[in-house]
């Protein structure tokens, strides 16, 4: 079977160690706008003027300007790929430039709202001893959620105070502060033993059964304990691992500590941070300055 103009975009992109949900989000994004093509047109015949009545269509749908940029985007990627290999003449989307909505800032957690949250795991059973294991470490270490369940027992030297976290062939190496370390002690000192099935398990963070905890899975004890702590701000795993740059933004570190301890290829991944204090400082100006 002859593989598709969209299969080989997966594939450049794996190769590129592009994210997994990045890579999901593109072939979606690309799916659909070859669904509106069809039966008129193939990918590979499209002009700026398809691209720009597609666009005009996804608002026309009620879609956000979000949505619609970041379609752009996967669109522009996806032709650009193309042209590099050949397939096509030119890029169709290149020239196009849509107005972009309301800046949309991510949500940020106060430092006494991080506390709070973190208090919620109950110290005296199993499971509030794992969660508190796991929250601590992931506002300690600013992991993405699939970076904290595929640790390995093997990645973290509490003695010295780090983990190693790999993804995609990269490993960063990341400190951590004293209240995750013994959060993390009393975790695999007291209750990973009687959780575990075999002693060969891997796995740094096990389910109720014994298991890999999924992402699934840590993403509902979350929102279980948002819930418990009464904290109105949406909190997901990426909340903490921004709130985590952020605040250690407004601690003095600089951006380029910042990009290492979290694993952005590019700096411009993590200055969204800086426009986040400068957006913050904005809005305490224009509440508190008497002439504002």
Not at 136 to 163: H, W
Request: positive net charge.
């Amino acid at each position: 079977m002859e593989v598709t103009d969209l299969e080989r975009y997966r594939a450049y992109l794996r190769e590129k160690c592009a994210a997994e949900n990045t890579i999901r989000s593109y072939l979606r994004d690309l799916t659909q706008f070859s669904a509106y093509l069809a039966p008129r047109s193939d990918l590979r015949a499209v002009t700026g003027d398809t691209v720009r009545s597609y666009m005009d269509w996804m608002a026309g749908q009620g879609k956000s300007p979000s949505s619609v940029l970041r379609c752009l985007a996967s669109v522009k990627s996806f032709y650009a790929f193309l042209l590099s290999c050949g397939a096509v003449d030119a890029n169709p989307a290149d020239h196009i430039c849509l107005e972009k909505g309301v800046r949309k800032y991510p949500e940020i957690l106060t430092s006494q709202e991080v506390e709070l949250f973190l208090a919620q795991p109950p110290g005296g059973d199993p499971k509030g001893i794992r969660d508190r294991a796991m929250l601590e470490l992931l506002y300690a270490t600013g992991l993405r959620v699939s970076e904290l369940v595929a640790l390995d027992t093997g990645d973290l030297n509490l003695s010295a105070g780090f983990l190693r976290c790999r993804n995609k062939g990269h490993e960063r190496t990341i400190p951590i502060y004293r209240g995750a370390v013994k959060a993390m002690q009393d975790y695999l000192g007291q209750i990973r033993p009687q959780l575990v099935t075999s002693p060969a398990e891997p796995a740094l963070f096990v389910n109720m059964h014994g298991g890999r905890m999924s992402r699934q899975g840590f993403w509902k004890l979350m929102k279980h304990y948002r819930e418990t702590a009464g904290i109105r701000k949406e909190i997901t795993p990426h909340t903490l691992r921004h709130s985590f740059a952020v605040h250690l933004l407004e601690n003095g570190a600089d951006l380029q500590s910042i990009q290492e301890l979290l694993g952005h290829a590019d700096i411009s991944s993590t200055q969204i941070y800086a426009h986040v204090l400068q957006h913050q400082l904005r809005d305490v100006y224009e509440r508190t300055h008497p002439k504002a």
